[in-house]
């Protein structure tokens, strides 16, 4: 909004300096045009009240203030009239009866004519510079209705002053800087509090769990104000929605697990072993999707705190829970990083993908990487793979795929979902790509 009000300003300051550049161009020639016809027709007067001609002193210039009266134009082929001089000329002349047949107007400079030659001379011999060198002089001439004769004036169009351009550029500018200045004090006050609100909201987007007294209070205009306030009411409601989602899914967990406990230990009493191993599986499925579940639930309000971890040592400690219970998870190339993590929630997100990759492909390779600004746990199998227009949805919740991934296989579809979940929760991501060598490959990217 500055950028753009300071352009706006720019241009209007801009355009204001044009004009009144171009209105002190304008004085300049109307002081010209109104100088030349007073000498027209003071000089007419002055020659009508005293009866003598006005012809120019032989060998000497005419003074520049003497209205003279000459047998033929001093226009020259190579002069260029002034049209708009000579309208303006003969509207003045016309309005003081005074009828002129013709008028020519034209500017030569001051070095070229006896004039300037002649101020030139007169100010070495008195040593001194009373006023700026002239520029140009302007001469117009003037042929009466009836007559021949032309009437000779002229004028002096001296050197621009040098510091008109400088102090209007200077006062431009002084505006200008005023005005930004003052505007920008203005914007502070209004983007401040929305800079703070906006801190506030990717706060909250990140840990729901925030404190309520970090909450940006009301301040700034009243729709600054008013906005914050319906963040602020907003908060206090998404707050108060997710402690009741705790204590419900809370109530679920302990209501479902505890009658799954206790039929646990009633299948003991199964006489057949094949039976009674069936129904044990079932429990135990329907328990770690039940974990699951909850889990992806409460993973957007995590309870415990961010701590440095050695990402390549969490992972490795991964991989021998499986190497313990000989499962073909191995530990390829790793590479020691430290960042803060929630090392509990992380290494579900490791295990859900390792655990998948031996459901789907019988095995995985696990590797930490630095790559770039990324930290990359990647844990790559020989399996099938997924169709590459389903890869996007496989992390979706509860999405299976067909024929291979499927519910027959084991799983319920929660677990690329946790780990995506997991992925975002430290601010990374989650990404499935189909190796060139065949398998799947389900990459951990956490930024540092």
Not at 227 to 244: F, W
Request: charged residues 30%; negative net charge.
């Amino acid at each position: 909004m500055l950028l753009a009000v300071a352009l706006a300003l720019l241009v209007a300051q801009g355009i204001g300096a044009g004009i009144a550049y171009r209105a002190q161009l304008e004085r300049e020639d109307n002081g010209i045009i109104h100088s030349l016809a007073f000498r027209m027709i003071g000089g007419r007067i002055l020659r009508e009240a005293n009866g003598r001609e006005m012809r120019p002193p032989p060998g000497r210039p005419p003074r520049m203030g003497r209205l003279m009266r000459m047998e033929s134009t001093p226009l020259q082929d190579n002069d260029e009239r002034k049209r708009k001089f000579e309208m303006k000329l003969d509207d003045i002349l016309s309005s003081q009866g005074f009828e002129a047949a013709e008028i020519q107007v034209f500017e030569r400079d001051a070095d070229d004519t006896a004039i300037g030659r002649f101020l030139e001379r007169r100010r070495e011999f008195r040593g001194r510079n009373d006023r700026p060198d002239p520029k140009s002089v302007v001469i117009a001439a003037v042929r009466e209705q009836g007559s021949d004769d032309w009437l000779v004036a002229r004028t002096i169009r001296d050197q621009r002053e040098p510091r008109f351009l400088r102090n209007l550029i200077l006062q431009t500018l002084l505006i200008y800087v005023v005005l930004i200045g003052v505007i920008a004090l203005i914007l502070r006050q209004i983007t401040k509090p929305l800079a703070a609100l906006t801190r506030r909201v990717e706060d909250f987007a990140a840990n729901p769990t925030l404190s309520p007294d970090g909450r940006v209070e009301p301040q700034g205009p009243v729709d600054t104000r008013s906005l914050i306030a319906a963040h602020n009411a907003m908060e206090a409601r998404i707050g108060a929605l997710l402690d009741e989602k705790d204590v419900m899914l809370g109530a679920i967990g302990h209501d479902l697990k505890t009658p799954l406990a206790a039929l646990r230990v009633r299948i003991e009493s199964v006489d057949d072993d094949d039976e009674r191993a069936k129904m044990a599986g079932t429990i135990e499925d329907i328990t770690r999707t039940l974990d699951d579940i909850l889990s992806l639930a409460r993973v957007g309000r995590p309870s415990d705190p961010v701590e440095p971890t050695e990402i390549s040592a969490l992972t490795a400690s991964v991989v021998e829970e499986f190497e313990d219970m000989g499962q073909a998870v191995e530990l390829g190339d790793t590479t020691r990083i430290v960042l803060p993590v929630r090392a509990t929630w992380l290494r579900r997100a490791i295990r859900n993908l390792a655990s998948n990759a031996l459901r789907y492909a019988g095995g995985a390779c696990v590797t930490v990487e630095k790559r770039g600004k990324l930290a990359v746990i990647s844990v790559a199998d020989n399996g099938p793979g997924i169709p590459e227009d389903e890869l996007d949805r496989m992390m979706e919740p509860f999405e299976r795929g067909d024929p291979s991934r499927n519910r027959g296989t084991g799983g319920a579809g929660i677990g690329l979902a946790l780990a995506r979940a997991i992925a975002e929760q430290h601010g990374g991501s989650l990404v499935l790509q189909n190796r060139t060598e065949g398998g799947l490959s389900a990459e951990i990217r956490l930024p540092f």
